[in-house]
């Protein structure tokens, strides 16, 4: 069965950096693109990004432009989100998602928190 | 950008009644090379990830109990709980994936009434 399994809960420092992880299994890593949405407490959903499973193209959000880094180790079907230069508006639930068109199956979420 | 707006930002519906939330874009999300409107419904409970409800506006994911819906065209799109459970008290989001960015409707919160 499909599956994305996702890094640990993490609490960084403003400037500081973040990488997540997304782990996936049961599926052939480099047919899909995984994308990246984030959700500030109590907030709603918001893109960040997405990756080409097979050749590492990536698209990221405006927004994020310039702070955000996706990449992916195909041996270990594993996807990773570097977000640099954090700040307060960083702290959130950052999902993986795997994509056929929609987000047929997501990850259970980083809990990234900027505190100081 | 396409801008994606749902209404009302939520609503209590009393068991077993209808629950019906509206999600209009900004521009038309129907894709020629496809022949289909890439619109997605999602429903989020309370501490996990969003589930996928409805893609291509009105097909049902397997496993969702048939009194889910979707429905509309162009712009205009429509979920619609025929006969709300309790199980089903959850934020419920629309999605495009039309184009980059992807975009997502604000969320709308149902109750039980």
């Not at chain 2, 396409?2 to 939520?10: A, F, H, K, R």
């Not at chain 2, 519906?13 to 619109?39: D, M, P, Y």
Request: aromatic content about 12%.
């Amino acid at each position: 069965q499909v599956q994305l399994v996702q890094s640990g809960a993490e609490v960084q420092k403003p400037g500081a950096s973040v990488k997540v992880s997304c782990k996936t299994s049961g599926y052939t890593f480099t047919d899909y693109h995984l994308h990246w949405v984030r959700q500030a407490p109590g907030q709603g959903l918001e893109w960040v990004g997405c990756i080409d499973g097979g050749s590492g193209g990536t698209h990221y959000a405006q927004k994020f432009q310039g702070r955000v880094t996706m990449t992916r180790d195909t041996s270990s079907s594993t996807a990773f989100m570097d977000l640099s230069r954090l700040t307060s508006d960083d702290t959130a639930l950052y999902y993986c998602a795997r994509e056929i068109w929609f987000y047929d199956y997501w990850g259970q979420g980083t809990l990234v928190t900027v505190s100081s | 950008d396409i801008v994606m707006t749902q209404s009302p930002d939520s609503l209590a519906v009393s068991l077993g009644e209808r629950a019906t939330i509206n999600c209009t874009s900004s521009q038309t999300v129907f894709h020629t090379s496809t022949n289909k409107h890439h619109l997605a419904w999602y429903q989020q409970k309370s501490g996990q990830p969003p589930k996928l409800l409805i893609y291509w506006s009105s097909t049902r994911e397997s496993g969702v109990p048939d009194r889910f819906s979707g429905s509309g065209s162009g712009t205009d799109f429509t979920l619609t709980v025929s006969s709300l459970q309790a199980e089903d008290v959850a934020v419920y989001y629309c999605q495009q994936y039309c184009g980059l960015p992807r975009t997502f409707g604000q969320g709308t919160k149902v109750e039980i009434k």
